[in-house]
């Protein structure tokens, strides 16, 4: 396996990127199995940390062992926490540096203060995303970029050998390049539709099947999602409407910049 090119998502030329452009940006923690930051700038560290599937935002950090923040000299915060009455989205000039006991999930750093409007951008960014369809329907979900891990948790992960992750300009993102090589991915119990990109060579295209994807070889792929049950119009819509190439949701990929 090899991860070639660029890992950071450029940003895109449209109004929702140009409000939250990505020099603004100095940190950016997913908290969806790690501490690290997708910017590579300034990774955190844990202590027993532990990560678990939420119904409302996916995989998050949820409370047990700790995690550590390091001084990134950023001026304010935002991120989202659930202190057991619900998720609440935060905006603060206090960047915290110890998480612990609550559910966290996004928190991204910048480095100035946000103006009202630009807090609305990044919490309605955030909750556009999350309304792609991340229930208990979603049972394995696999970005594709940087290796063949299952992100939803609730599924086995895959195998990948001899392939690559390259830099692709079009979708801005790393894909898997499959190459001569090949990745399995595991059946996921109660599969009934599969969506996923595809790059034969002459662009992408957004997939739909409701026959269970157990291998990928030859082309380009990436997000492969399995469902077990049928999504609706809107569900499928905000899936390509934030995945599509050229997409005008960013914030430098809320949900994915590595």
């Avoid at 609706?232 to 819509?237: K, L, N, P, T």
Wanted: proline share 3%; hydrophobic share 35%.
């Amino acid at each position: 396996m090899s991860i070639i090119g660029n890992t950071v998502k450029p940003s895109a030329t449209s109004t929702i990127c140009n409000t939250i452009p990505l020099h603004w940006l100095v940190a950016d923690y997913k908290l969806t199995g790690t501490a690290e930051d997708d910017l590579n700038n300034f990774n955190g560290s844990e202590s027993s940390a532990t990560y678990a599937y939420d119904n409302d935002r996916g995989v998050v950090y949820d409370g047990g062992g700790s995690i550590t923040i390091p001084n990134t000299g950023g001026l304010s915060c935002t991120y989202w926490v659930d202190a057991g009455s619900g998720w609440v989205f935060i905006y603060s000039l206090t960047i915290p540096t110890n998480l612990s006991i609550n559910k966290y999930s996004n928190l991204v750093i910048y480095n100035k203060e946000l103006l009202v409007e630009e807090q609305s951008t990044v919490e309605d960014i955030q909750e556009f995303i999350h309304n792609i369809p991340i229930d208990n329907s979603l049972v394995a979900y696999y970005p594709l970029d940087g290796n063949s891990l299952d992100n939803a948790i609730s599924q086995a992960d895959g195998t990948d050998s001899g392939v690559s992750y390259v830099y692709d300009n079009t979708l801005n993102s790393i894909v898997l390049a499959c190459g001569s090589g090949n990745v399995s991915l595991p059946s996921a119990a109660g599969h009934v539709e599969t969506y996923y990109w595809e790059n034969t060579g002459i662009g992408w295209v957004h997939n739909k099947t409701t026959t269970e994807i157990t291998s990928l070889t030859t082309n380009k792929y990436s997000n492969v999602r399995k469902y077990n049950r049928a999504l609706s119009q809107a569900e499928i819509e905000a899936i390509y409407e934030y995945e599509k190439p050229n997409s005008t949701v960013c914030l430098a990929d809320v949900q994915n910049i590595t």
